[in-house]
């Protein structure tokens, strides 16, 4: 089993940034990448962003490209979400995930989920 705790939510202006932490605790083989989906209301949850752990390899949506950055730090088994120029329509509920997925944006294919945080951009 694996426990995933979220923090780092907020309300932001736009073109603020905000720091999404997710740490991970609990059985480390059962999973070999993170992730971050977002998911806003009426909509489907979406994978914005992902690694894994072997060579640290990264991937993120288009709609996040060059404005979002995620990392892991393996001593605190802790994954990281650096938003940077955040915008309205980045408003949604982020949640990270863990497990052996591919591709990195199926959320079928994470066993392991935390509770959520808010995130809320202001124009």
């Known amino acids: 089993q694996l426990q995933l705790v979220e923090s780092g939510g907020g309300s932001v202006q736009a073109g603020g940034s905000l720091r999404l932490s997710c740490a991970a605790s609990g059985d480390a083989s059962s999973w070999n990448a993170m992730g971050w989906f977002r998911q806003a209301p009426g909509k489907e949850r979406e994978g914005v962003a992902a690694?894994?752990?072997?060579?640290?390899?990264?991937y993120y949506a288009d709609s996040v490209k060059d404005r979002f950055t995620i990392s892991l730090d393996n001593a605190k088994r802790t994954v990281y979400l650096q938003m940077n120029s955040l915008k309205p329509e980045d408003t949604a509920m982020y949640y990270c995930a863990a497990g052996r997925p591919y591709p990195w944006y199926s959320r079928y294919e994470y066993n392991y989920w935390g509770q959520g945080t808010q995130v809320t951009v202001s124009s």
């Open positions: 690694i894994y752990t072997g060579r640290m390899t990264t």
